[in-house]
């Protein structure tokens, strides 16, 4: 009978260990690979299995520093219609104030490094290279990620539903709070991709793994 009772406990401890496992691939951010006029979808997975999902604005710019100026330009289908623009830099230890006259819009904000980026996170000679937060003129938290090839990814969250969520084998079991929708998917993660089929509808879904 002994034998038998830790034969269950440890069964129970296996499957505890295997459930943290598959959590832990999951916990951080996931942004949506098909981006439609210059919008997508964000979700934030946590280790407690809080999980969170919004609406965002999205652009991929690519840019250059010149000493304390940053020259960026957002790219269209059409080459005619691509925006430049031109901002005044202050660089400071893990802060940068940045200020821009954009057509007569003028505002100044002040970006807080959250964070390095992988393979860049040594850059001596480019100090922008790694993840930001500061306040959009709406006064929502924007975030950008400057990478030291020229590129700059910036996303901002319009909105923000919160849940629970649960991991059963290949399945990813997701509750809203205060709501009765729950959904049931079937997902994967290979390398910084991560998938999901919903059980319901067998739409397929794609999205990649933020850097933060």
Known sequence: MKSFCLIILSLVINIAVMAQANNSKLEGKWE???????????????????????????????????????????????????????????????????SYNRLGWKDTVIMLKTGSVSADSVNINNPLVGNWKYKYPTGDTAYSTFYSDGRW??????????GNYSVSGDTLITNFDESEMKQKRIYWIEGNLLGLKDLHTNGESLYRRLLE
């Open 32 to 98: 949506s690979v098909d981006i439609k006029n210059q919008r997508g979808i964000l979700i934030s997975f946590n280790s407690n299995n809080i999980f969170s999902l919004s609406h965002t604005l999205v652009a991929d710019y690519k840019y250059e520093l010149r000493k304390n100026q940053l020259i960026s330009s957002l790219q269209s289908d059409d080459p005619d219609k691509s925006i430049i623009d031109t901002s005044n830099l202050v660089i400071k230890t893990d802060t940068i104030i940045r």
């Open 153 to 162: 990814h910036f996303y901002l969250p319009l909105d923000k539903y919160k």
